[in-house]
C-alpha cells in the first residue's frame, strides 16, 4: 500500500501563487471593461463637475461640522443626494458601478472557493466527513460529562 505523501508549501511559495492568481485577475475580462468603463468616466465633463461639486460640498459640511453649524447641514445633505441623483443616472456611470460589482463577484466567487477548498482539504486529509465539515479527530468529552445520554 503506497502512502500518500504530504506536501507542504512555505510562506513565500504561497504568496508567490497568490501573486500570480491576482495577475489572471487583473487579466480578466471584468477588469478590462472595468478600465474602459473608468476612462470614460474621466474623460467625460458632466460627470466630472458632478464628482467636483459633490466633494465641494462634503467639504462644506466638514466646516460646518468643525464651526459646529449642524443647522446647515442637512439642507446641504440634500443638495448632496440631488447631485449623487444625477450622476448615478449616467449611462457611463452605470456601466461603470457595474463593472465595480462584477469586479466585487469574482474576487468575492475565488475567496469562496479557496476558504472551501483549504477547509475540505483539510477534514479529507485529517480522515474526517467534508458533508458534516467535520474532521476526524476524536473529540474529548466536555468536562462534567459522563458520556451517557442523560436520560436513561
Known sequence: ???????????????G?????????ADSEEVARFKQAEEKI??????????????????QIVS???????????????EIDALQDELDAIPIVVEFKQTQEDINELLQMVTNVIANSVSEKIIVSTGGDPLYNDTGHPKAKPEGTDGGCGTC
Open 42 to 59: 474621466s474623460g467625460n465633463a458632466k460627470v466630472q463637475t458632478l464628482i467636483t461639486r459633490i466633494k465641494q460640498k462634503q467639504k
Open 1 to 15: 500500500m503506497e502512502e500518500k505523501e504530504e506536501r507542504t508549501l512555505d510562506y513565500s511559495s504561497i504568496v
Open 64 to 78: 460646518f461640522e468643525h464651526n459646529r453649524r449642524y443647522d446647515l447641514i442637512p439642507e446641504m445633505e440634500k
Open 17 to 25: 501563487q497568490a501573486r500570480e492568481l491576482a495577475d489572471l485577475i
